[in-house]
């Protein structure tokens, strides 16, 4: 049996100041998966592979695919970088999965500005690109897991202000969740549960409406608060308070 790895790469929220904003390297065996794409991804993984000791620091190069769990910037600024270094660094497309509701503005509404005309002569007209020059977008699909590799992943929507979904991706006998960005939902944390590893965001407002207050998390029962990691932190977080362990950059968790 593969051995199954979890490295993140970032941990906080979208206005952290200490830490990258959420991004995770999943790794089962020699094969990997990049969980979200926020900016700037290679720096990154160069640094989050050196603080984890591999031999080798991850690229771009070495994930079979990104998922993106929705459009907002700390999950998805990096994606223009991956693409790019995919395509003229590699020579290849960059294959992303994503629900087609997630993805649905991706060009249009992200990326088009900056990478769908491309002039390398100024006497020449542009030339017109499109999402499919760059990307192999594989679809999510919330009814059947979707297979990419030895990754089959399944999602669930989350209840956040723009479309997102939560992820479940088995591997190598194995199960790992993760929550995406979410307000507060038993059914999801539900649908989590039976994950070996569950990373789940979190908050130290009680109140929010966008993003999981901590405190409802510690409320949990112990068996399954045992299984998640937190992430999505902001820099004045208290884990000293939290019950649950919160994610470290750099660190290797096996699922």
């Known amino acids: 049996m593969s051995v199954v790895r979890l490295i993140p790469m970032g941990v906080g929220e979208a206005f952290s100041a200490r830490n990258y904003t959420t991004s995770l390297a999943l790794g089962s065996g020699d094969r990997w998966l990049l969980i979200d794409c926020p900016h700037p991804i ?8 050196e603080s984890a000791g591999l031999a080798r620091p991850l690229d771009i190069g070495d994930f079979d695919a990104v998922a993106v769990t929705h459009l907002h910037a700390d999950h998805a600024s990096g994606l223009e970088d ?9 020579g290849r497309r960059a294959r992303i999965l994503m629900h087609p509701m997630a993805s649905d503005r991706l060009w249009s509404g992200m990326l088009a500005a900056g990478m769908e005309r491309v002039q390398f002569d100024p006497n020449q007209p542009p030339m017109k ?7 192999d977008l594989m679809d999510l699909d919330e009814s059947r897991p979707v297979e990419c590799g030895p990754f ?31 307000a507060y939902d038993p059914g999801l944390i539900d649908w989590l549960s039976s994950a070996d590893l569950i990373v789940h965001e979190a908050t130290d407002l009680a109140h929010s409406r966008v993003h999981t207050p901590c405190s409802k998390l510690a409320e949990l029962p112990e068996s399954l608060r045992s299984k998640i990691r937190l992430t999505h932190l902001p820099d004045d977080f208290d884990a000293s308070t939290s019950g649950i362990e919160p994610l470290r950059e750099g660190r290797v968790y096996f699922v």
């Not at 693409?83 to 590699?90: C, M, R, S, V």
């Open 42 to 49: 290679r720096k990154m993984l160069r640094e989050g592979s």
């Open 82 to 90: 991956f693409a790019y270094f995919a395509h003229f660094g590699l």
């Open 129 to 135: 690109k499109s999402l499919a020059d760059y990307f």
């Open 152 to 182: 089959a992943i399944e999602c669930r929507r989350t209840i956040h202000p723009v479309p997102c979904y939560a992820l479940r991706i088995r591997t190598a006998g194995r199960v790992f969740g993760f929550s995406a960005d979410s």
